[in-house]
């Protein structure tokens, strides 16, 4: 199975008018043990650009900018750092450093803040 | 006067009943009815009956002995079948070990492949054509057998 084509599929999902897809990047995607899949999952929530799909990549533990390889969470944070319309990735970022229950997470998105703040 | 009847005066024994033994071993000088004892002369009264029980004591012995060097050889044998049966075993493992690390396994997904294409051609493989199959009853699917059968 070429590559491409699971490109494809997950390029698809993140355009996807249905809001369905979101939850099956978060349940195929999110959860994978392959980190290349986990990285273009997470690319591709944040090119989806919706509250749903930027509150996984910066709020769930674990996942997008908080993944545990670093290789996934720096690609996530580039991708964040690369967007047009930052307006709904601060607004979840400030959320997220506040109101987190782990202090992990909190400066992961305090550092990302700041690193948007400069781009 | 003689010593010898000195001695029969002291000892009131005729000399004549007094025999000089050559080579006695009696050095305390006891005598039965006169005659001096030596241990020279010590005689048993069945002699036969003696060999008997000599030769069945030997026989015992023999018997127990030969049974021990049996019992060693059987044992011995025993040991020696167990340590080769170990070494062999040892040896086939060693062997088995070589083969797995120098053998190459590789799995051939072509099969997976020719599924994913059959029910789902190449043609619809595009970003476009994608995005008009429903998320969670085809491309939920498709995503799966995609990450499933990657190389």
Same mark, same amino acid.
């Given at each position: 199975?070429?590559?491409?084509?699971?490109?494809?599929?997950?390029?698809?999902?993140? *355009?996807?008018?249905?809001?369905? !897809?979101?939850?099956?990047?978060?349940?195929?995607?999110?959860?994978?043990?392959?980190?290349?899949?986990?990285?273009?999952?997470?690319? !591709?929530?944040?090119?989806?650009?919706?509250?749903?799909?930027?509150?996984?990549?910066?709020? *769930? !533990?674990?996942?997008?900018?908080?993944?545990?390889?670093?290789?996934?969470?720096?690609?996530?944070?580039?991708?964040?750092?690369? #967007?047009?319309?930052?307006?709904?990735?601060?607004?979840?970022?400030?959320?997220?450093?506040?109101?987190?229950?782990?202090?992990?997470?909190?400066?992961?998105?305090?550092?990302?803040?700041?690193l948007m703040a400069f781009s | 006067m003689e010593i010898k009847r000195i001695s029969e005066r002291i000892f009131k024994t005729p000399a004549s009943r007094i025999e000089n033994h050559e080579n006695q071993t009696n050095p305390f000088g006891v005598s039965f009815k006169g005659n001096m004892i030596t241990a020279d002369v010590f005689e048993t009264a069945c002699p036969k009956l003696a060999e008997k029980a000599a030769n069945r004591g030997k #026989?015992?012995?023999? !018997?127990?002995?030969?049974?021990?060097?049996?019992?060693?050889?059987?044992?011995?044998?025993?040991?020696?079948?167990?340590?080769?049966?170990?070494?062999?075993?040892?040896?086939?493992?060693?062997?088995?070990?070589?083969?797995?690390?120098?053998?190459?396994?590789?799995?051939?997904?072509?099969?997976?492949?020719?599924?994913?294409?059959?029910?789902?051609? *190449?043609?619809?493989?595009?970003?476009?054509?994608?995005?008009?199959?429903?998320?969670?009853?085809?491309?939920?699917?498709?995503?799966?057998?995609?990450?499933?059968?990657?190389?």
């Amino acid at each position: 199975m070429k590559d491409r084509t699971l490109n494809n599929i997950i390029d698809a999902l993140s *355009q996807h008018e249905n809001s369905s !897809a979101v939850g099956v990047l978060e349940r195929v995607g999110t959860n994978c043990e392959d980190d290349e899949v986990r990285l273009l999952t997470a690319r !591709a929530l944040i090119k989806r650009n919706t509250a749903e799909s930027l509150t996984l990549v910066i709020a *769930q !533990a674990g996942k997008g900018i908080n993944d545990l390889s670093t290789n996934v969470a720096m690609s996530s944070i580039n991708e964040l750092l690369g #967007m047009k319309n930052k307006e709904v990735a601060l607004k979840i970022l400030d959320e997220v450093r506040e109101n987190h229950a782990e202090e992990s997470v909190k400066e992961t998105a305090r550092s990302v803040k700041a690193l948007m703040a400069f781009s | 006067m003689e010593i010898k009847r000195i001695s029969e005066r002291i000892f009131k024994t005729p000399a004549s009943r007094i025999e000089n033994h050559e080579n006695q071993t009696n050095p305390f000088g006891v005598s039965f009815k006169g005659n001096m004892i030596t241990a020279d002369v010590f005689e048993t009264a069945c002699p036969k009956l003696a060999e008997k029980a000599a030769n069945r004591g030997k #026989m015992w012995v023999s !018997a127990i002995v030969g049974s021990m060097n049996d019992v060693n050889e059987a044992i011995s044998k025993r040991l020696n079948s167990a340590m080769a049966f170990g070494s062999r075993v040892k040896e086939n493992a060693l062997r088995l070990g070589k083969y797995l690390n120098e053998t190459k396994i590789s799995i051939n997904l072509g099969g997976a492949d020719n599924f994913f294409n059959l029910k789902w051609p *190449q043609g619809s493989h595009s970003v476009k054509s994608l995005m008009k199959m429903d998320p969670e009853a085809e491309l939920e699917d498709m995503l799966k057998l995609a990450i499933a059968t990657r190389g």
